[in-house]
């Protein structure tokens, strides 16, 4: 995990719906992620994610790794703030602005000799039609998005198409690859399919992911393909 989906994710900027463990008889439990191992190649990451008394997410460690960070989550009233620190050293904040779908419609992400500002626009189905980044004050890039029952199938940065495949027989759950891409660097969606996403394809990319189940139907195995290129991505959950 940790690398990014091209055209969709933008640099810089907690929406994050519970999976349900299913039994025969009895409620079903509530279970939130609480560990993604990754590994790229042979190159280890894991993540831990703890919650708060609200079931929202509090901090995002990467303990092992490359660049280990902790990220800290806060709340307000449709207002998250996100600080990144590395080895005890402050080195990102963030502002994120949700609208009433519990979506991005605003990011700014501030580091040293950095400032991203991210908007996003969403049409009356709550479809995002566009976004725009600014970087230090620059002239703003637009990417649009174009959707195919309920999926983002296509996006288009002004040069570049990027396509998308889903797995149609499949509804978008946790464990969805872009939805953990968009959790982990953002800490919310902007983008809420209504399938997994199976693939996506842009000039000298073609990225193939297959996911593994648990006996319950939640995900618990990613792997996601790109040439030789091979990612293994394991999710454990905690389930009450």
Same mark, same amino acid.
């Given at each position: 995990?940790?690398?990014?989906?091209?055209?969709?994710?933008?640099?810089?900027?907690?929406?994050?719906?519970?999976?349900?463990?299913?039994?025969? /008889?009895?409620?079903?439990?509530?279970?939130?992620?609480? *560990?993604?191992?990754?590994?790229?190649?042979?190159?280890?990451?894991?993540?831990?994610?703890?919650?708060?008394?609200? /079931?929202?997410?509090?901090?995002?460690?990467?303990?092992?790794?490359?660049?280990?960070? !902790?990220?800290?989550?806060?709340?307000?009233?449709?207002?998250?703030?996100?600080?990144?620190?590395?080895?005890?050293?402050?080195?990102?904040?963030?502002?994120?602005?949700?609208?009433?779908? /519990?979506?991005?419609?605003?990011?700014?992400?501030?580091?040293?000799?950095?400032?991203?500002?991210?908007?996003?626009?969403?049409?009356?189905?709550?479809?995002?039609?566009?976004?725009?980044?600014?970087?230090?004050?620059?002239?703003?890039?637009?990417? *649009?998005?174009?959707?195919?029952?309920?999926?983002? *199938?296509?996006?288009?940065?002004?040069?570049?198409?990027?396509?998308?495949?889903?797995?149609?027989?499949?509804?978008?759950?946790?464990?969805?690859?872009?939805?953990?891409?968009?959790?982990? !660097?953002? /800490?919310?969606?902007?983008?809420?399919?209504?399938?997994?996403?199976?693939?996506?394809?842009?000039?000298?990319?073609?990225?193939?992911?297959?996911?593994?189940?648990?006996?319950?139907?939640?995900?618990?195995?990613?792997?996601?393909?790109?040439?030789?290129?091979?990612?293994?991505?394991?999710?454990?959950?905690?389930?009450?």
């Amino acid at each position: 995990m940790n690398k990014y989906i091209p055209l969709l994710l933008v640099p810089g900027c907690l929406f994050f719906a519970a999976p349900s463990c299913s039994k025969k /008889g009895s409620p079903a439990p509530t279970c939130k992620l609480i *560990t993604l191992t990754g590994d790229v190649n042979g190159s280890l990451k894991v993540f831990a994610i703890s919650y708060n008394n609200d /079931g929202n997410i509090s901090t995002i460690q990467q303990t092992i790794g490359t660049d280990p960070y !902790t990220k800290v989550f806060n709340y307000g009233d449709k207002l998250i703030m996100i600080s990144k620190s590395e080895s005890g050293t402050l080195t990102e904040t963030d502002s994120i602005v949700l609208n009433d779908n /519990g979506l991005m419609t605003y990011c700014q992400a501030s580091a040293v000799g950095s400032l991203v500002v991210t908007t996003y626009t969403y049409g009356g189905n709550g479809q995002l039609l566009k976004s725009a980044t600014q970087i230090n004050g620059g002239i703003p890039s637009t990417t *649009t998005y174009q959707y195919t029952n309920g999926d983002v *199938t296509s996006s288009f940065d002004g040069s570049t198409t990027t396509a998308f495949t889903y797995y149609t027989d499949k509804a978008f759950a946790d464990g969805d690859y872009l939805k953990l891409e968009e959790l982990l !660097t953002y /800490g919310a969606l902007f983008i809420k399919n209504a399938h997994l996403i199976k693939g996506y394809q842009a000039p000298g990319v073609v990225e193939n992911i297959n996911y593994t189940f648990d006996n319950t139907g939640i995900i618990t195995g990613i792997t996601a393909t790109n040439g030789p290129s091979i990612e293994n991505d394991t999710l454990q959950y905690s389930c009450h």
